[in-house]
């Protein structure tokens, strides 16, 4: 499967990168959970960690699932 070319950007303060911020972690995330990689968020080295610790924090405290509940 060939995933399209997606851009991210959190520079704006509405989109501060945190791990109570779950509808900006979601973009982050695939439809089976998986976070995306940074050759395909565009984001730089140093917001990639940021963001998989935020990620992987709120997966802990369970506001993002671990693996999606989907049926098939």
């Known amino acids: ?22 509808y900006l972690l979601r973009k982050y ?7 995306l990689p940074r050759h395909l968020t565009k ?12 990620i992987k924090q709120s997966r802990i405290l369970g506001l993002l699932p671990f693996i999606s509940k989907e049926t098939n």
């Open 1 to 22: 499967m060939i995933i399209p070319y997606i851009k991210f950007s959190i520079n704006t303060k509405s989109d501060f990168l945190d791990y109570k911020n779950i």
């Open 29 to 35: 995330i695939t439809i089976q959970g998986k976070i």
């Open 43 to 54: 984001l730089t080295s140093k917001q990639h960690r940021i963001l998989t610790k935020s």
